[in-house]
Structures are given as structure tokens and as C-alpha cells.
């Protein structure tokens, strides 16, 4: 008999890079041979990998996402805005073709009609922050009795709070109905996630062991990241050494350099904590849990978070291929060589 294990995935914040975690989804889902959404016991996601979490716990497969992504990224950032001078005051883009793409997939796949989180078919962690009340929120199924407020809210609108990424788009707001009385709910002012948690991992491995209860040899930890821009500034002076480099305002806005690194340093903060949290440090070894994480750094090669340049995405796309031949078969072996925690009943289904 397998032993069971509770497993999560987690996957990154990083906007058209969210092809990369799609990508290597989509291959694991070839071998499986099955939905992700049946293989996992909890899927957390930030900003892109949000979406992209949302649409795996509705069965809509990795695939489809990497082609929407990939279909329609002139729509979702389109060219003619993407210069910094076009969102100096406002937003660099319109969020309502991003919204209409997701709201319209989401509601395929569960025939015609709106999806919330109730109908979700796996746990699910969605991280987003609240600007009126100052504090992160995280969107989660249904999966303990506490968890009543978000089952509500329909799947869409969690994903594009979670992607409304500071200067990239406008903070997002909505409203919608209580299931049963009708009765309307505000959704106001909401923001990427990646502001606190661009890498949700910890979010998951708390869920599990604090929320659920899970022993943590018990867990199994994968992380996909969407990649990872190497920041090496080495010059503190230009014009051949006479002047200081001005790492004002304009330096790190100009490319919205600070967002970026911000979050990709917060990234790769969450990763070491995992390594030491799930096997110790120096002369402190010991295996707590199971944890993998599939993670690209760009040496000669970088993409912009609202790129839409397509060689760059295929080549993104390729690399997350290329990982997924060193690391496929040994994931899947994880998977397979235990079974999952159990099945997951939403509290209202039961």
C-alpha cells in the first residue's frame, strides 16, 4: 500500500513569464495522464501563477493557458503602451481584455456558467492584497469550516486581483452576489499578491502543516518559479569614472527595475527558507519534508514581465521544456510513488 502524502504546488508571480510554469505543467500533465488538480492536495498561486492556479483547480488544462498567454499577448500588453512615459500617471495597461479572456475560459470549463471558488476541485491558496484595509489577503477554498467568506467570490475576479501588479495595472475592484441570499458583495481595491508573497511556497507549507494539520514528513513541497533576471550591477560611477551613477527615481522606475527585483528577490528569499526549513543548515541536516523547485536564472537572456515578444516566450517556453527533461521523470515518480492525502469535498458539497 502507498503511503500518503500531502501534496502542494506552488507556483510564481511574473506576468507573460507565467508561460514558463505553464509549459512545464503542461508536459507533467502529458505523462500523468491526468488532470494536476488530481494529483495535488493544495495549489497556491501569485499574480500569473495565480491564474494559472485557479485554471488547474477548475481542470482547465496548463496547455490552454501557455496558448491563451501566448495567443493573445498583444492584447493583454499591447505594444504602443508599453513605452514607461504612457504609465508615468496611470497604469501602463488596461486590465479588460485580461479579464474577458479569463472570465470567458473559466466559465467553459464549468459549462457556461460563472465559476467561484466553491467550485474549485482541489484546495487552493491565492495571495492578493487589500489596499483599503493595509494588509495581505489570501483566497482559499472552502477546505475547513472557518473558511467561509471567499467560497463566494466568483474564480475571475480572484485572478485578476492577484494580477493586478502595481504600475501594470490599475488596483482591482468589482462586486458580486452570496450564493444563497443574493445579496451583493463588494470586491474593492485589490492587488497583485507579489507585493508580499511572489513565491507563495510558504504560504502552502503553512496551510498545510498550521491549517490542516499535516505532519511535515507527510508533505511534499514543489515550487515552480517563472524565472529569474541576474541583477549584477557592477558600475557605481559612469562618463569613465567622473560622475556617481544616479540610482535615483529615475534609475529604478525608468524599467520599473524595483517591482521586478523586489519581487524576484523575495522569490529567491522564500526558496533558501525552504531549503533550510526542509533539510536543516551546516552541520544541522535532517530531511523535515519533501521539497523540489524548478527555477530558471536568464544569464544571457531576459524577458520583461509584459513582454510580448514571441521569439523570447519560445524561448522561455523552451527552457522550461529542457527542465522538464532533467526533472520530469523524478517528479513523477514522487507523485506516483505515494498517494494523495485524500480527496477534497468543499465544506458546502459535503
Avoid at 493573445?72 to 513605452?83: G, Q, T, V
Wanted: aromatic share 12%; hydrophobic share 35%; net charge positive.
Amino acid at each position: 500500500m502507498k503511503n500518503k502524502k500531502f501534496k502542494i504546488l506552488s507556483i510564481d508571480g511574473g506576468g507573460i513569464r507565467g508561460v514558463f510554469p505553464a509549459r512545464f505543467l503542461s508536459k507533467l500533465e502529458a505523462d500523468l495522464n491526468s488532470p494536476i488538480a488530481d494529483n495535488f492536495d493544495l495549489i497556491c498561486g501569485t499574480s500569473t501563477g495565480g491564474i494559472l492556479a485557479l485554471a488547474l483547480a477548475l481542470k482547465i488544462p496548463a496547455a490552454d493557458i501557455e496558448k491563451l498567454y501566448i495567443d493573445n499577448r498583444k492584447l493583454i500588453f499591447p505594444p504602443w503602451f508599453r513605452r514607461w512615459r504612457f504609465g508615468f500617471f496611470r497604469a501602463k495597461y488596461n486590465n479588460r481584455k485580461l479579464e474577458n479572456l479569463i472570465r470567458q475560459r473559466f466559465k467553459k470549463s464549468n459549462n457556461g456558467t460563472e465559476p467561484r471558488i466553491a467550485d474549485l476541485s482541489t484546495r487552493v491558496c491565492i495571495t492578493g492584497y487589500d489596499l483599503i484595509h493595509a494588509k495581505p489577503k489570501v483566497f482559499k477554498t472552502p477546505h475547513k469550516s472557518e473558511y467561509y467568506t471567499d467560497l463566494h467570490i466568483p474564480a475571475y475576479q480572484v485572478a485578476m486581483a492577484t494580477a493586478a501588479a502595481p504600475t501594470y495595472f490599475n488596483p482591482y475592484s468589482n462586486h458580486y452576489e452570496i450564493i444563497d441570499s443574493k445579496q451583493k458583495e463588494e470586491f474593492l481595491m485589490r492587488v497583485d499578491g507579489g507585493v508580499f508573497a511572489n513565491n507563495p511556497a510558504l504560504i502552502g507549507l503553512t496551510e498545510a502543516h498550521c491549517a490542516l494539520g499535516i505532519p511535515y514528513p507527510d508533505i511534499e513541497l514543489y515550487s515552480i518559479g517563472t524565472g529569474q533576471s541576474i541583477y549584477n550591477e557592477t558600475r557605481s560611477k559612469i562618463c569613465y569614472g567622473l560622475f556617481k551613477k544616479p540610482f535615483g527615481a529615475k534609475y529604478w522606475i525608468s524599467k520599473i527595475r524595483i517591482l521586478d527585483l523586489m519581487m524576484q528577490a523575495q522569490s529567491r528569499h522564500v526558496h533558501d527558507l525552504c531549503i533550510i526549513f526542509s533539510g536543516g543548515t551546516g552541520n544541522i541536516k535532517r530531511k523535515v519534508f519533501d521539497y523540489y523547485r524548478i527555477q530558471e536564472e536568464f544569464r544571457d537572456f531576459n524577458i520583461a514581465m509584459d513582454s510580448n515578444n514571441k521569439l523570447k516566450l519560445k524561448k522561455l517556453m523552451s527552457m522550461a521544456s529542457n527542465k522538464y527533461q532533467i526533472h520530469g521523470q523524478s517528479i513523477i515518480s514522487s507523485i506516483k510513488n505515494s498517494s494523495r492525502w485524500n480527496d477534497y469535498p468543499p465544506i458546502n458539497k459535503r
